[in-house]
Nanobody, 127 residues
Framework: QVQLVESGGGLVQAGGSLRLSCAAS????????MGWFRQSPGKEREFVAA????????VYADSVKGRLTISRDNAKNTVYLQMNSVKPEDTAVYYC????????????????????WGQGTQVTVSS
């Protein structure tokens, strides 16, 4: 059974940093794109960042470029989201996800691209 478990969320002041982790179990995902999405109250879930299976390519939402960094450790079946210079508008539940097909990348920003999802971790940024 595939499981994705996010951790590292919490309360942080604006301008601070936080590191989210997502540990996958049940199978190896080294050949799959992995991504982070977020959902704020009253809003739809939106794309944040994605990383290619080998870690050599990444893509970000414009709103987080230069502040959030996605990385992965395939040996640990884990993907990370380093959040720096956080803003109140980063407040959301953050979800990690694994792509539906191996070696897919062109639609990494699209939620339908992803098959497995974690349950989310809350990030709250105070002003």
């Amino acid at each position: 059974q595939v499981q994705l478990v996010e951790s590292g969320g919490g309360l942080v002041q604006a301008g601070g940093s936080l590191r989210l982790s997502c540990a996958a179990s049940g199978r190896t995902f080294s050949s799959y794109t992995m991504g982070w999405f977020r959902q704020s109250p009253g809003k739809e879930r939106e794309f944040v960042a994605a990383i290619k299976w080998g870690g050599g390519s990444t893509v970000y939402a414009d709103s987080v470029k230069g502040r959030l960094t996605i990385s992965r450790d395939n040996a640990k079946n884990t993907v990370y989201l380093q959040m720096n210079s956080v803003k109140p508008e980063d407040t959301a539940v953050y979800y990690c996800a694994v792509a539906r097909f191996t070696s897919s990348w062109g639609t990494a920003k699209t939620q339908d691209e992803y098959l497995y999802w974690g349950q989310g971790t809350q990030v709250t940024v105070s002003s």
